[in-house]
C-alpha cells in the first residue's frame, strides 16, 4: 500500500491531498462491458482495489480510500485481519477438507460451540443451528420454510423498509417496490407489510412513544380482529435496526411489544441479523438491546470472517421439518468457519461491542454537530457503527411532523464528494437519500474524526453544487 498516502489518511489529511478524478481504467471499462447490467456498487463507486488492510483499501491506481462500507457490513475486524488470515492458513496448512456439505468436522464442531457461546442464554441452551447456503437471503429462505412447516401457515407479516435479500422468497419481504415490480404478484404472496416505527417520519404522524404505543395498538388490532383480511400468521420477520432501509433503529419498547404480541398470538418471531449482528450495534446482537429473546435469528455476512456463510438459530420447538427439508452445495465452508471461529473469540475478548458503542456515539456526536452549519442534514441515527444521515431538502414543504422531504440527489452528490477526498460510503433508505457508516469495528477514535472530517468536506462541497 502506498505509505505516504496511508499516512497522510492516518493524519486527517485526505482532504487536502488533492481531490481524486475517476476516469474509467481498462478493468472498469472490461467491468461495464462484460458484467451483467444487475450490479450496482460499481455505479456508485467507480473504483477497482488491488490491496487492502484494516479500514483502508487501496486501488489500482494507487489511491488509498477509508472504507466505511466494509463489505456491506462483512468486515467485522477489517481487511485481512491477523487472526483472520492465521485461521484460513491453519485450515489449508492442516490440510483440512475445504468443501464437507453437512458432514462434522472439529472445526465445524469449534464454530458451533462460539456461536452458542456468544447467544443469549435464554436461546442457547434450547437453540439448534442450520447451515445454510453461503448468503444472508438464504438462510432467510430456511427461516420461512421452518416456520410455515412448524406452525402449518402460511402468511408472514413483514415491515415497510425492511430489507432481507434478493432472492424470491427473501424479496417479497423486501418493503422497496424497485427491484419488486418486474417480478409482479408473485412477490407478495403470502405477506402482509406492516408500518415500522420510523420515528422521524412516523406512519401515524405522531413520533416517539406515542408512535410506539399506536404502532403497537395496531398490530394487537390486526391480530385480533375477525374481520382484519389477514390470515393468523406463521411468523413476524424484523430487523432490530433495519440497514438498507436507512440506518432506522426500533425503539426498545417497541421491540418488547413486539415480542409480547407475537407471543400471545402463537406466532414465531424471526430477527435478521445479517447486517446488525456481531457486536455492530453496541451489543452483540441487535435485539439484545431491547431484552428479547427470538424464536429465529438469522446470520451471515460477519459470521464467516469476511468468507461466505450463512446459519440460522432457532428454538428447538420450531424443529419439525424432516431430514433434507433445506440444503446446499457450499454450506459446509471449513475456512469460512475458522474465520468465522476467530472474529467471534476476537470479539469477545477485545469487547469489540462496546468499542463500537464508544466509537458510533463519537461519530454520531461529530454528524450531529454539523447539522448546525447545515439544515440538509434531517437526522442522524443509528446504534453502534450503524449509522444513517439522513438527507433531506429543506427548500420544500415539510411533512406532518415538520420534516423536510428526502433529498436522493445531494446524497448522491455527497457519496461522491467524499469517495473524492478519499472515503468510501454508502447510501440508502427512501429515494437514496441515507448515507450509511458501517465501518470496521476495529475502527479507532483518530480515524473516525477523520471520517467526520471527511465527511464535512464532501457535504460543504456537494451543497455548493
Avoid at 446488525?276 to 435469528?297: C, K, L, N, Q, Y
Wanted: hydrophobic share 45%.
Amino acid at each position: 500500500m502506498n505509505s505516504a498516502v496511508a499516512e497522510s489518511l492516518a493524519r486527517g489529511e485526505g482532504a487536502e491531498q488533492g481531490l481524486f478524478q475517476f476516469e474509467d481504467n481498462p478493468l472498469l471499462q472490461r467491468q461495464k462491458q462484460q458484467e451483467s447490467n444487475a450490479r450496482s456498487y460499481p455505479r456508485r463507486i467507480p473504483l477497482a482495489l488491488k490491496r487492502a488492510r484494516g479500514v483502508h483499501v487501496e486501488d489500482v491506481e494507487g489511491r488509498v480510500f477509508i472504507d466505511c462500507l466494509a463489505g456491506a457490513g462483512t468486515l467485522a475486524l477489517g481487511h485481512n485481519h491477523p487472526v483472520v488470515v492465521e485461521a484460513i492458513q491453519q485450515v489449508l496448512a492442516d490440510e483440512l477438507p475445504l468443501h464437507t456439505l453437512d458432514l462434522t468436522t472439529p472445526v465445524k464442531d469449534r464454530f458451533v460451540q462460539d456461536l452458542f457461546g456468544l447467544l443469549p442464554e435464554a436461546l442457547a441452551r434450547q437453540a439448534k443451528v442450520q447451515f445454510c447456503g453461503p448468503t444472508g437471503t438464504d438462510a432467510v429462505e430456511a427461516a420461512l420454510k421452518l416456520v410455515r412447516i412448524a406452525t402449518g401457515r402460511s402468511t408472514v407479516l413483514a415491515f415497510s423498509g425492511g430489507y432481507h435479500g434478493m432472492s424470491q422468497g427473501a424479496l417479497s419481504l423486501m418493503g422497496n417496490l424497485k427491484a419488486k415490480a418486474p417480478l409482479g404478484a408473485l412477490t407478495s404472496q403470502g405477506v402482509q407489510f406492516l408500518p415500522f416505527p420510523y420515528d422521524y417520519r412516523c406512519p401515524f404522524g405522531l413520533g416517539g412513544e406515542a408512535g410506539v404505543q399506536v404502532n403497537l395498538r395496531y398490530l394487537e388490532n390486526l391480530l385480533s380482529d375477525p374481520e382484519s383480511g389477514v390470515q393468523p400468521p406463521a411468523a413476524v420477520i424484523v430487523e432490530a435496526v433495519q440497514g438498507e432501509g436507512g440506518m432506522i433503529p426500533a425503539a426498545d419498547s417497541w421491540l418488547r411489544g413486539l415480542r409480547e404480541i407475537t407471543q400471545k398470538h402463537g406466532i414465531a418471531l424471526i430477527v435478521d441479523e445479517i447486517q446488525a449482528g456481531f457486536g455492530r450495534t453496541g451489543r452483540m446482537f441487535a435485539f439484545e438491546h431491547a431484552g428479547i429473546v427470538p424464536d429465529v435469528v438469522v446470520l451471515s455476512k460477519a459470521i464467516g470472517g469476511s468468507l461466505p456463510l450463512a446459519v440460522m438459530v432457532y428454538r428447538e420447538g420450531l424443529d419439525q421439518w424432516q431430514p433434507g427439508a433445506h440444503a446446499g452445495t457450499f454450506r459446509g465452508n471449513q475456512m469460512a468457519m475458522a474465520a468465522g471461529s476467530a472474529v467471534m473469540r476476537y470479539l469477545r475478548e477485545h469487547d469489540l461491542p462496546g468499542h463500537a458503542a464508544r466509537m458510533g456515539e463519537r461519530l454520531q456526536g461529530q454528524l450531529k454537530a454539523l447539522q448546525a452549519d447545515f439544515p440538509q442534514i434531517g437526522q442522524v441515527r443509528g446504534r453502534g457503527l450503524m449509522i444513517g444521515v439522513e438527507i433531506v431538502d429543506p427548500q420544500r414543504p415539510a411533512d406532518s411532523l415538520g420534516h423536510p422531504p428526502h433529498d436522493g440527489a445531494l446524497a448522491s452528490r455527497v457519496q461522491r464528494e467524499c469517495l473524492r477526498r478519499g472515503m468510501i460510503i454508502e447510501l440508502g433508505g427512501r429515494h437514496g437519500s441515507v448515507a450509511r457508516f458501517l465501518p470496521p469495528l476495529i475502527i479507532s477514535a483518530e480515524q473516525i474524526d477523520q471520517v467526520a472530517q471527511i465527511f464535512a468536506a464532501g457535504f460543504a462541497a456537494a451543497v455548493k453544487g
